[in-house]
């Protein structure tokens, strides 16, 4: 029981630890764009490059912490034919699509206002990490990191909903605390990842259609601008 304890305690710090890694590696961005301590263009564009140097360190950290294996064992999941995944992946990448125009009718969570005002700041500093760095290393901690350490082999339905339920609410919680209309995109996006994750089987696909998806809103407010 004691050294049971001990596993839960230490994979949930070693998530939080990451975690943790992966707001350090923002700063040299949000001060890039705030312009408020790096102020000259050239302490901006050193400031990126840190980010991008941070965020790189972060990735190839955590990939080789788990020698690169982030593909769920799902015992009773069905191995789809290569067709069948195409398949899958465009019906989530429609389901996002689908979810970023219903999100225009909704109000803006204080996490994509964040992003607005960092991107009249500075462009590069926030299409960086949120299109890049934002959706790989978010990825690996609530959906890679998340299974490898508490669910590595999923042998039943009840072990895969809680699987699904626990990173969704992750992935809600750090994109804003509170429950309310302004989270259903971030609900949605939630579910479409993780779904990516267990039915097609490798963390790729889930970073590409986050990818997608982030691109999608910073090409937006580049027509709105």
């Known amino acids: 029981m004691k050294n ?8 949930i710090g070693f998530i939080i630890w990451a975690f943790f890694l992966y707001q350090l590696s923002s700063i040299p961005f949000i001060l890039a764009t705030t312009g408020r301590i790096v102020k000259s263009e050239w302490e901006k564009n050193v ?9 790189i360190l972060l990735i190839r950290y955590l990939w080789k912490e788990f020698d690169g294996d982030f593909q769920p064992e799902i015992t009773f999941m069905k191995d789809w034919k290569k067709s069948q995944k195409v398949w899958i992946y465009l019906i989530l990448l429609i389901l996002l699509i689908g979810g970023g125009y219903l999100a225009g009718f909704l109000p803006s969570s204080n996490n994509q206002a964040g992003i607005e005002e960092m991107f009249q700041g500075n462009k590069w500093s926030t299409i960086i990490p949120v299109v890049v760095f934002g959706p790989i290393i978010e990825e690996l901690i609530f959906r890679g990191l998340l299974q490898k350490l508490f669910f590595k082999r999923i042998t039943t339905k009840l072990q895969l909903l809680l699987y699904l339920i626990i990173s969704i609410v992750l992935f809600v919680g750090i994109h804003g605390p509170a429950m ?8 949605l996006m939630g579910v479409v990842f993780s779904l990516a994750y267990v039915l097609l089987g490798d ?4 970073i590409s259609l986050h990818i997608i998806n982030n691109a999608i809103g910073i090409l937006s407010l580049f027509l709105l601008n």
């Open 4 to 11: 049971k304890i001990n596993y839960y305690v230490t994979n």
């Open 47 to 55: 400031a990126i490059v840190v980010g991008i140097i941070l965020s």
């Open 180 to 187: 309310n209309l302004e989270m259903v995109p971030y609900i």
């Open 203 to 206: 963390i790729k696909y889930n």
